[in-house]
């Protein structure tokens, strides 16, 4: 396992998207951790006597329309980004895999019933589903999880569906279902192991995703709620000041982007890492 | 009349270690009308010869030599020439009839496409020609319409489609590389036939590659045999089948599994060429076959073999060519 | 053929009817009880039991959903509680702003998207490649809702040439209507573009990379002309699912924009139901809503079956 890891390393350092995007999104993790600990100051606290005041030494990116530090709460929204993003992923794979790979199991109707399922899906994107569950439950940073994780469910379920028919057919199965292995071991010892680099993958590409969407949806105020920072919300409030403090929308967004974009190059260039040693090693 | 000349061609391809060199100084000519078999394992250079005179090689891929039709030399041709010569002047079918055909076009725009873009007819014309050309591959219009798909035909019925769209404007050359090998063994036979009546009455070369001698000695009246990008054996196919001087064409043929009544031959087990065909970056210096051979000696692995005059018809590259007495 | 359309139609009518089961299971049935929910835990409970009896939640359940059901089917979709006015009434007059933004978006998504995925595929590795892969990370990567706000700040707010939001009405005339449009579409447009140009170009790479295509190239066809005649085709395939998936995200990103812009749209309708508390509408909306991807989806593969003949089921000779 430590084995592959730095074997892993090893060709990413070699591939630029993975190193660049790789740095970036190490940098958003520290971040988002460092944040349990320190903020350069409180966010609860409202100040406003040194509202809308522009970057300086004291605070570095300046203060909202409350007297808050923006960096201060571009840090704790970063942990807020990642807390979401990724329980919503923790939903998709926990729900959408054992589904993927039962389907490619079983085949026959079972399979059908889950694609079916997982079109069905798609039809509700997380932002109608975040709308039905705020409609009744109020808003709050569980709908955000809730509405991102079961979008993951169906995009988790048809990647791991379609990787493992593909392992099903390798004749190393033949051999684990000849010496009387029933499907379910099968698919816990033998497939999973061998779609777990493409699960990576796509995890990278829907934390990323996750991201995005949590922000649009505190933005439309349905999802994290003050005094949490997020940075949808942020952009929200700076759109009220575009005329007189016009970087109140631009470091938040920026923060967004500059995330999202690392975590695409990352996961492009674990792709490219992944995919052609999984190709070369069989 | 020498319709192709081939001068020391040679193709280097980018790979994941780097330019290999895949073929070296290949050297033949063919007449018209004549049919030459190109033999040799997989990874010997056969379909990249092949792919070099269409002028189809990745466009990474490094070519250097001549190849002279009609000519002209093909190397040196603009895109635009090189268009008007495929399909034109030179046809080619596939191996894999399954994957070769566009999945999405009907079978008759398929054909037809050849014919608009190198002859002057009209639509009528045209479709009229479709259907001739369907008829003489065996896919008679009556049973198989032009507006069919090729996911309704089956693997011999997709390769004649190939056949009729490559000879479709009736080229000098047909390039068969590997036609059968994809297909059942029943349909195989009738491919061949086919190819070769094809040939034979509308008096087009033919080049047919392939791993499998049986196919060659069927439809070809002179062979090349190829290993590791390089010519060892040349000649009329009756000469070198049945008088082979270079030890690689001996294992070929050794390997083939012996039935019937030489009670003495079926007894012996299968031999094979001890070894490996090298990887392109290990190719070593001399020749190619050396470390394979049980008669290679200091010379064969210092230099590349030469040239050797067998007979009128018949060269071998080999410091060592079998005599009758060595061949058991 | 016509098996194809009965089985497409059957699972259209299937998902539809799914999907109302699901609106009405979590909109009526797992909040417990509606009426508070919409009038809120402090309300008098001679006006709780009024707005049960209106909306009829002492029915049983089935009868509830059925009706509801059959209402849809005529277009009844019932009266807003906030407005009391039909719901019907309020879309149909926010549909005018929703729909045609919708639609000019993709229209604009499609014509920037297409063409530059097929010009990065024909000059892959080269400058033009980099360039459209670069325009494509960045613009997936931006909420575009901030694109919206970016572009506000550079029109509207330092170069004044265009409203910051707000719509002013289809009486002002072609030219205000189409000012108060024109940056949405694009902050609506670009982020989906940059996704479908990727697309469009892995499509052709590996459309590219076929057999098929050499078998074309062999009989002289020129570069361009595989392509075009050849390639295309059938990367459409892959393009098209895409860009109908793209669609539920565009009707989100619909929602997000209208708000950013203070259109009165679906968006802005949806918004202020909820924190109005109007289950009515949004139930309503929410299923109208879902019905139009379902159906999108639907024609989406009636298009399949007109690219790619392998799907139409026809008989093997």
Known sequence: MFRTLVEVLRHGLKNRSFVIGGTISLLFFLVAFLSYFWTPYPVEDINIADKLLKPSSRYLLGTDHFGRDILSMLIKGARNSVIVAFVAIGIGIGCGVPLGLTAAAQKGWMDELIMRFNDFTFAFPSLISAIMITAILGPGSVNSIIAIGIFNVPVFARVARGAALSIWKREFILAARSAGKGPFRISVEHILPNISSMLIVQATIQFALGILAEASLSYLGLGTQPPMPSWGKMLNEAQTFLHFAPQLAIYPGLAIALTVMGLNLFGDGLRDVLDPKLRRSR | MTLLKVQDLCVTLNTSHGPQQVISHINFSMNAGEKLGIVGESGCGKSITALAMMSLLPPDSKTSGKIILEGRDILTLNSKEICSIRGNRIGMIFQEPMTALNPVQQIGAQISESIYLHMKLNQKQTIERVKELMDKVGLPVSRFGLNLYPHQLSGGQRQRVMIAMAIACNPDILIADEPTTALDVTVQEQILDLIRDLADSSGMALIMISHDLGVIAQTTQNVMVMYTGSIVEMGSTVDVFQNMKHPYTYGLFSAIPHAGSSAHLCRKRLSSIPGQVPELHLRPRGCNFADRCSRASKMCKAKDPVATRVSDHHQVWCYHPLKEEDKQ | ?317
């Open chain 3, 1 to 317: 053929m016509r098996i194809f359309l009965v089985k497409r139609i059957f699972t259209l009518v299937l998902t539809l009817l799914v999907a109302t089961l699901v609106v009405f299971v979590v909109l009526e049935i797992l909040p417990g009880d509606p009426a508070s929910v919409m009038l809120g835990i402090n309300a008098e409970a001679d006006t709780l039991n009024a707005l049960r009896e209106e909306l009829g939640i002492n029915r049983p359940v089935w009868v509830r959903y059925t009706s509801w059901v059959a209402n849809l089917v005529t277009g009844n979709l019932g009266i807003s509680y906030t407005y009391d006015v039909p719901v019907s009434e309020l879309i149909l007059s926010r549909i005018t702003i929703s729909f045609p933004l919708a639609l000019l978006a993709m229209t604009l998504s499609t014509l920037i998207a297409i063409p530059l995925g097929i010009l990065a595929a024909s000059n892959h590795n080269k400058p033009m490649d980099f360039l459209v892969m670069s325009f494509s990370q960045i613009g997936i990567a931006i909420p575009n809702f901030w694109f919206a706000m970016l572009l506000t700040i550079l029109f509207s707010v330092t170069l004044r040439v265009l409203p910051a939001g707000g719509f002013a009405g289809w009486d002002a005339g072609i030219v205000p209507v189409l000012k108060s449009f024109l940056l949405p579409t694009i902050a609506l447009a670009l982020p989906q573009a940059a996704i479908l140009a990727r697309v469009t170009r892995s499509a052709l790479l590996e459309v590219l990379k076929e057999d098929f295509i050499r078998t074309a190239r062999a009989k002289g066809v020129t570069n361009q002309g595989t392509l075009w005649k050849h390639a295309l085709r059938n990367a459409l395939i892959p393009v098209v699912t895409i860009m109908g998936l793209q669609f539920s995200f565009l009707l989100a990103g619909t929602i997000i924009i209208e708000n950013v812009f203070y259109l009165p749209g679906i968006g802005r309708l949806i918004f202020q139901a909820i924190s109005q508390r109007d289950l009515i509408v949004v139930k309503n909306l929410v299923i109208l809503l879902a019905a139009t991807v379902i159906m999108i989806n639907f024609m989406v593969d009636l298009l399949y079956a007109v690219i790619d003949p392998r799907l139409r089921g026809g008989n093997d000779v």
